[in-house]
């Protein structure tokens, strides 16, 4: 689950190593930290990621019981909006900005 948080591999090569042991959990295996999602946004920033590789990161994050959320309510709204464009706002350079600003300002 470390390689889905940090992004290590192909979201769909991951996702299929977790497969195995379904979504469905009684405690967190792992948690997803502020830094998680400003590395991902800075590899966004950088050119390294493409916007569907993010929404996808995002999803993958999203449909997992067994992932807890450091600073719930931040987490879970950045995890939201990556995951849902259509129902948020579309991921561009402007809201990764935002983004990872709000993420840094959570931080310190």
């Known amino acids: 689950m470390a390689e889905l948080l940090h ?3 192909p979201v769909a090569e991951v996702a299929r190593d977790l497969a195995a042991f379904g979504w469905d959990s009684d405690e967190d295996l792992i948690t997803l930290e502020p830094v998680h999602a400003f590395a991902v946004l800075i590899r966004f920033l950088a050119g390294e ?10 999803n993958a994050i999203e449909c997992r ?3 807890g959320l450091d600073q719930e309510s931040l987490m879970a709204s950045v995890v939201f909006e990556l995951a ?5 706002r579309p991921l561009t350079r402007q809201s990764a900005t935002d983004l990872v600003s709000k993420l840094k300002e959570a931080a310190t």
Do not use: G, Y
Not at 84 to 88: F, Y
């Open 7 to 9: 992004f290590r591999r």
């Open 65 to 67: 019981e067994d992932i």
């Open 49 to 58: 990621l493409s916007v569907t590789d993010v929404e996808d990161w995002a």
């Open 84 to 88: 849902n464009p259509l129902i948020t």
